[in-house]
């Protein structure tokens, strides 16, 4: 690892404090003097951006060599962990899912708007780090056992209208998330877990794109590697080929065996060989 600040993990959901605004860290790997995170709340006044939002982002974008495209990147130096504001049944939620998942290492951290501490939240969202294929084991079989209850569909829609609307029809949406383990309810609120592998991310680059291009088209899931951890990784077959398929995104960690189409995918020639990554696209089951 790199010389990371203890109290930071440069890690997927992580949310920092720069300039007043809470920025959503992106992905495990990072610039040495930067981070790649997007801006999404006001932690001064408590609230989401929306329209300001452009301008914190046009003001960031940076190229960065190791993924070949331009990025939000604020400076290692100038951001912080923020003053978490959790109210005390979301304080109870996460106490309650530590012991829950018997906490074998696993690092249980609040993400979302759930840092703003706002009264009575419909969900909450919550990021498990270092979490492994027994972590995922033992949410299922709570699951299972009941102790955990299954989000319901009225749950489902309500995640999709409130993160999901813009980019997919509600249909495709319910088809990714039949099976969902990552949803259920705890204590009468909405828990969506993401389960992240790592427990710190990386100041330099780890996993360089040599170059990429887009792909629309159809691929088929063989099998999973690594999902629904994240980076939730697959073997897929694109075409007459077979390479991996990588998400960060929690909506495609749970990507079963089958036929897809993604549209606004690319294709990366990494040095370990080509990657379909579908995270600005969107997936389609077939």
């Not at 331009?70 to 100038?78: D, G, M, R, S, V």
């Not at 005390?88 to 951290?109: A, D, F, H, P, W």
């Not at 877990?193 to 427990?199: E, R």
């Not at 990507?255 to 897809?260: A, C, I, R």
Request: proline residues 5%; hydrophobic residues 40%; glycine residues 8%.
């Amino acid at each position: 690892m790199g010389c990371v600040p203890i109290t930071l993990r440069l890690l997927e959901g992580e949310v920092l404090l720069y300039r007043g605004l809470g920025w959503v860290v992106k992905g495990y790997q990072h610039p040495g003097d930067a981070v790649v995170a997007y801006p999404r709340y006001d932690l001064i006044n408590g609230g989401k951006l929306y329209h300001h939002e452009i301008k914190w982002l046009a003001e960031s974008m940076r190229f960065w060599d190791c993924i070949k495209r331009t990025a939000p990147l604020i400076p290692l130096a100038e951001v912080s962990k923020p003053v978490v504001r959790m109210n005390q049944q979301v304080t109870y939620l996460l106490s309650t899912l530590s012991e829950l998942i018997r906490n074998k290492g696993e690092e249980v951290e609040v993400s979302g708007s759930s840092i703003l501490g706002l009264r009575n939240p419909r969900d909450v969202d919550v990021i498990v780090y270092n979490s492994t294929v027994e972590t995922a084991s033992v949410l299922r079989e709570l699951l299972n056992k009941g102790v955990l209850r299954k989000a319901g569909e009225y749950v489902i829609v309500n995640e999709y209208l409130e993160k999901h609307s813009s980019r997919m029809p509600l249909e495709n949406y319910l088809k990714l998330k039949r099976n969902t383990f990552l949803h259920f309810i705890l204590g009468g609120v909405h828990v969506n877990v993401k389960l992240v592998s790592l427990s710190t991310g990386y100041n330099y680059c780890v996993d360089k794109v040599e170059e990429y291009a887009s792909y629309n088209g159809f691929f088929k899931v063989l099998e999973r590697i690594t999902a629904p951890l994240i980076p939730a990784r697959y073997l897929a077959r694109v075409g007459n080929e077979i390479m991996e398929l990588e998400s960060l995104r929690e909506v495609y960690s749970e990507l079963e065996p089958g036929e897809y189409y993604v549209a606004g995918g690319v294709i990366e020639e990494r040095r370990r060989g080509r990657v379909l990554v579908p995270d600005h696209g969107v997936v389609i089951p077939q």
